[in-house]
């Protein structure tokens, strides 16, 4: 009897701890887990995922709100980050690679400052650790934004017609692949409303440029070179002038979709990086 309600209590443990978020496994080898960007399910990794999967164990992240996976309440971003870490240590998972794309990203730099002994090391494609000191006028350091403003009470009320246009027209500026706005736009228009407005503030009122010190496992960037690399660079080194083991790639052509807009670059970089 007890065996089996240590079995119940272990499920339910293991139950709670994935709600933020769904993951695909397949490959074999040294695991590596990949967390998309804001709206993407994992399909974003695909072309990634085919490369890798030879050689490495992918665990293949779409985060709550997104994909078709249910919502949770908020703060969303802490209880993602939280239950990744659970995640890895239910699974057993052995160091670990970290790959993120924009906030998973961030994300995968606020997990290897939080368990600085727990991953080989992470790869963060066109990710900062303080994204709002570059989209918010006149930010200041330690500014806390609230759920509730002006602008996440109108893009609650739009409807659903105002909110896909909106997400086309974002779509151009995100990639340089014509050929994939449809797809950006499209997984934007999928996203639960609450977890779009209120997520995204999750991920502004995070700041982790002073935490950067206490990572202590190499950090590979890999930029967005758009719309040049001269005027980009200076903002990534300040973002990240506190991290002593970073190392810099910048790709030509490209906005902020790397894999969509030079996917070939793209690979070369992963397998560089990723033996």
Same mark, same amino acid.
């Given at each position: ?17 994935? +709600? $933020? ?7 074999? &080898?040294?695991?590596?887990? #990949? ?5 993407? *399910? @994992? ?29 949770i309440d908020t ?18 998972? +052995? $160091?670990?690679?970290?790959l993120g794309h924009?906030? &998973?990203?961030?994300?995968? #730099? ?5 368990? *600085? @002994? ?80 209120y997520g995204y ?75």
């Amino acid at each position: 009897m007890k065996k089996i309600l240590l079995m119940l209590l272990t499920s339910v443990t293991l139950a709670s701890a994935q +709600k $933020s978020f769904q993951v695909e496994i397949t490959g074999k &080898g040294d695991p590596v887990l #990949l967390f998309p960007g804001f709206t993407c *399910p @994992g399909e974003v990794w695909k072309e990634t995922v085919d490369q890798l999967s030879k050689t490495h164990e992918c665990h293949i992240f779409t985060f709550a709100g997104f994909g078709g996976v249910a919502p949770i309440d908020t703060p969303w971003f802490s209880t993602v980050k939280k239950d990744v870490i659970a995640y890895v240590k239910q699974k057993n998972l +052995k $160091s670990p690679t970290l790959l993120g794309h924009s906030i &998973g990203g961030t994300l995968s #730099l606020w997990l290897a400052s939080d368990e *600085p @002994g727990m991953f080989k090391k992470a790869i963060v494609v066109d990710g900062l650790p303080g994204p709002a000191a570059l989209m918010v006028p006149n930010y200041k350091k330690g500014q806390v934004m609230p759920y509730d403003n002006p602008q996440t009470k109108s893009i609650l009320e739009m409807d659903d017609a105002a909110f896909g246009q909106m997400a086309a027209q974002t779509a151009p500026f995100m990639s340089l692949n014509p050929d994939k706005h449809a797809l950006i736009a499209e997984w934007v228009r999928q996203a639960d409303r609450k977890t779009y407005v209120y997520g995204y503030m999750d991920f502004l009122n995070t700041d982790l440029r002073d935490d950067l010190e206490k990572i202590k496992i190499p950090v590979i960037v890999i930029g967005a070179a758009s719309p040049s690399r001269e005027m980009v660079e200076p903002n990534y080194r300040k973002q990240y002038e506190k991290l002593k083991d970073v190392k810099f790639e910048f790709i030509e052509n490209s906005a902020h979709f790397i894999m969509f807009d030079q996917p070939a670059i793209f690979l070369e970089k992963i397998a560089e990086n990723i033996p």
